[in-house]
């Protein structure tokens, strides 16, 4: 039987498909079809996601933010301050003697020089002792060469050096850190020990009782 000979209006939808209306005069509407429970379940989760997707994103950035200026407060506030700086060292001579040094410069504005020599040779230890002063700025200038050379940054075991030894130890208000300078080609150890000699002459030493 045809939709006609139902008493139904055929209309073309779709090639090959039709759509009937009964032709009766009762209302008819057209309404369209409502998201399921699914769909708006789904909707809500995407929503959900994504709202959270950018919450975490912006505490993300605004962490990241905080942290650096912490770390770079605490870098700040809690560098060490140099309270002294020695240039330690020794050497044997072809006698089999023992030549060795210490110069000491410290915050307070006094400075102190070292040396002594003792052999198989020699009837007992002679020791020299000089002492100067420095002026805060010289000290100053001082420590900021250390820190600046990367001496803080020196990590590591010490090289083995075989009948010699040079060692530049600083004393700050945490502690004491001592970092040998012979075996390890490091140009910033090197500019230290340079810049401890240079200071070192720039100073008047006055001779003091040797104990």
């Given at each position: 039987m045809s939709p006609a000979d139902a008493g139904f209006d055929a209309y073309p939808v779709l090639p090959g498909a039709t759509i009937c209306r009964p032709r009766c005069g009762l209302r008819h509407s057209t309404t369209t079809a409502s998201p399921t429970n699914y769909d708006i379940v789904r909707d809500t989760n995407m929503r959900s996601k994504l709202l959270i997707?950018?919450?975490?994103?912006?505490?993300?950035?605004?962490?990241?933010g905080k942290g650096r200026g912490n770390s770079e407060e605490i870098t700040d506030?809690?560098?060490?301050?140099?309270?002294?700086i020695t240039l330690?060292?020794?050497?044997?001579?072809?006698?089999?003697?023992?030549?060795?040094?210490?110069?000491?410069?410290?915050?307070?504005?006094?400075?102190?020089?070292r040396e002594s020599r003792d052999g198989p040779d020699m009837?007992?230890?002679v020791n020299k002792?000089?002492?100067?002063?420095?002026t805060p700025e010289q000290f100053k200038a001082l420590a900021d060469a250390v820190a600046a050379n990367g001496f803080f940054a020196i990590t590591g075991p010490d090289p083995a050096v075989a009948d010699a030894s040079e060692k530049i130890i600083v004393v700050t208000d945490?502690?004491?850190?001592?970092?040998?300078?012979?075996?390890?080609?490091n140009g910033g150890l090197d500019a230290t020990v340079r810049a401890i000699r240079h200071l070192k002459d720039q100073l008047e030493w006055e001779d003091a009782p040797a104990k």
């Open positions: 997707c950018l919450v975490s994103i912006c505490l993300l950035f605004a962490a990241c506030s809690g560098r060490a301050e140099i309270v002294e330690s060292g020794s050497g044997m001579r072809p006698d089999f003697g023992v030549n060795s040094y210490n110069i000491t410069f410290r915050r307070d504005g006094t400075a102190e020089s009837s007992g230890k002792l000089q002492r100067a002063t420095i945490k502690g004491k850190q001592t970092v040998s300078v012979l075996g390890r080609n």
